[in-house]
C-alpha cells in the first residue's frame, strides 16, 4: 500500500491495545513507528509486530521508558500524530501510588512536550480508563464524560487497583490540560474493560477478568458484579477515527455493553456447554462494586459505529486462548 497517510508514534507497542492499534494503522496505510520498554535480558518479543502486514516497510520499533520522558523525542519527531497507548499496570498495588502517578503523569507530559517540540504532530490520542470515571460517589446509573473518578476518596478508602484509578484520573486530567494550555490538540479515549481476540504473546489482563468465569479465576468475579465491556478492535477503530475526525475535542467513552455476572453466567453456560461455568445462585455470594453505565452517545453522535457484540468478544477471546494455549 502506497504511504500517503503520513508517519505515527503509538507508545507500548507490545501491549493489548496498542499491538491491535499498530495492525489497523499500517492496514490504513501509515507508517508508525512504536516505543517499547528497555529490555535488560532481551526476553521480550516483538516478532509478532515484526510479521504485521506492512510492518517491513513500515514500521520501526524504538526504545523508549516512562520514567525517561525525554526517550520518546526520536520517535516522535517529525510524527503528525501520537497515541500515547503505554502505562505502568499495577493492579496488585506493589508500588506506591504516589510513584506510579508520578511516573504516569510526568511520562505523559513528557511526550505531550515532545509532541510540541516536533512542530509536526497535529493531535495526541491518550488511552484513558474507565478507571477514570467510575470510582466516585455518584447515585447515577448511567455517567458519561462530564464524570470523574473521586481521588480524595480512592486515597481514603483503599481498594483493589486503587493506584490505577488514581494514576489514570491524574494523568488524564494533565494531559486534557496541558493540551488547553499549550493549544496542542489532546483528545481521550475512555474504554471500559477491553475484551476480544489478542495478537500479543502474553495473556491481556483484561481478557483474563472477563473470563474469570471459564477460567475459574474466583479472585476476579468481584470486578463482574456489573461490567462494561466493549471489543478490542472497537477501541481500536476509536482511536483512528478520533484522531482522524476534524472536530474531535475532549474525553470520548467507549463501551459497547453492560452485563452482570447473572447474564454472564447464563450467556457462557448456554453458548460453551463445554465449560463448567458457575451457576448465577453459587454467584449470589459474590461482594464486590456494582458500577453504573457508561454511555457512548458523545462518540456515537460524532459518527462512529461499533461492529462487535458480546458474542463477537467472548468467541474471539476463547479462540483465541484456545490457540495460544491458555484453554
Known amino acids: 500500500m502506497e504511504d500517503n497517510k503520513g508517519t505515527v508514534c503509538v507508545t507500548g507497542g507490545t501491549g493489548f491495545i496498542a499491538s491491535w492499534l499498530i495492525m489497523r494503522l499500517l492496514e490504513r496505510g501509515y507508517s508508525v513507528r512504536t516505543t517499547v520498554r528497555p529490555d535488560s535480558d532481551g526476553s521480550r518479543d516483538t516478532d509478532f509486530l515484526k510479521n504485521l502486514p506492512g510492518a517491513s516497510e513500515r514500521l520501526r520499533i524504538l526504545i523508549a521508558d516512562l520514567g525517561n520522558p525525554e526517550s520518546f523525542g526520536p520517535a516522535i519527531d517529525g ?32 511526550i505531550l512536550r515532545a509532541c510540541l517540540n516536533s512542530k509536526t504532530v497535529k493531535r495526541v490520542v491518550y488511552t484513558s480508563s474507565s478507571a477514570a470515571v467510575q470510582f466516585n460517589n455518584s447515585n447515577a446509573e448511567i455517567q458519561d464524560e462530564d464524570t470523574w473518578s473521586d481521588v480524595k476518596s480512592l486515597r481514603e478508602v483503599p481498594m483493589l487497583a486503587a493506584s490505577y484509578a488514581i494514576s489514570k484520573t491524574l494523568t488524564e486530567k494533565a494531559v486534557l490540560e496541558f493540551g488547553e494550555r499549550h493549544g496542542l490538540e489532546v483528545v481521550t479515549v475512555i474504554p471500559t474493560l477491553v475484551h476480544g481476540p489478542f495478537i ?87 461482594k464486590g462494586p456494582r458500577f453504573a453505565s457508561l454511555a457512548s452517545r458523545k462518540l456515537l453522535d460524532a459518527g462512529f459505529e461499533y461492529k462487535y457484540g458480546i458474542e463477537d468478544m467472548f468467541d474471539g477471546a476463547i479462540q483465541c486462548c484456545k490457540e495460544k494455549g491458555y484453554l
Do not use: W
Open 79 to 110: 510524527c503528525v500524530g501520537v497515541f500515547h497507548v503505554a502505562t505502568p499496570v499495577d493492579f496488585e498495588d506493589r508500588e506506591p501510588e504516589p510513584v506510579v502517578t508520578k511516573r504516569c503523569i510526568d511520562g505523559a507530559l513528557g
Open 200 to 286: 500479543c504473546p502474553k495473556f491481556a489482563g483484561s481478557v483474563q477478568i472477563a473470563l474469570a468465569l471459564v477460567l475459574g479465576n474466583e479472585n476476579d468475579y468481584s470486578f463482574l458484579l456489573k461490567m462494561c465491556l466493549v471489543h478490542v478492535d472497537d477501541v481500536v477503530r476509536a482511536h483512528i477515527f478520533l484522531f482522524e475526525h476534524p472536530d474531535a475535542k475532549g474525553r470520548y467513552i467507549c463501551s459497547s455493553a453492560t452485563m452482570t455476572i447473572e447474564e454472564m453466567s447464563k450467556f457462557l453456560s448456554e453458548r460453551y456447554p463445554e465449560f463448567q461455568i458457575p451457576s448465577p445462585e453459587s454467584l449470589k455470594e459474590v
